[in-house]
């Protein structure tokens, strides 16, 4: 099973969790579709939007669970997963601090 994964702040998790769905990010409702990243992306993400920034949940999706998923060229040409609609919270598989440890965001071993 792949995993996608949602970076997001701890505030904006709670209120989606609070409406049992997350309809995304200022930048997500801009763009119109919700930004994830696959394994091999989600660090890059967060060293390139996300720097420095604090109290940080790294969320992840199944693939095969999200509806509207479609992959979209974006960073230098690869090939991003864009959800188009809100994704239910109960959907997400995983739920973990993304901690800074001097000055970078401290990922899970089991993310690539």
Excluded: C
Excluded at 35 to 57: C, I, K, N, P, Y
């Amino acid at each position: 099973m792949r995993f996608l994964y949602k970076i997001i702040s701890a505030a904006e998790w709670r209120q989606a969790e609070a409406q049992g769905r997350f309809e995304g990010s200022a930048v997500d409702v801009k763009d119109g579709f919700i930004h994830l990243s696959a394994a091999h992306q989600v660090r890059e993400t967060a060293a390139r939007h996300f720097a420095g920034q604090a109290d940080l949940l790294l969320v992840a999706f199944a693939e095969a669970r999200l509806s509207n998923l479609k992959w979209e060229p974006s960073r230098g040409g690869d090939l991003f997963p864009h959800v188009y609609g809100a994704i239910p919270t109960a959907l997400a598989e995983t739920i973990v601090p993304l901690p800074l440890e001097n000055g970078l965001h401290r990922f899970p071993e089991d993310v690539a």
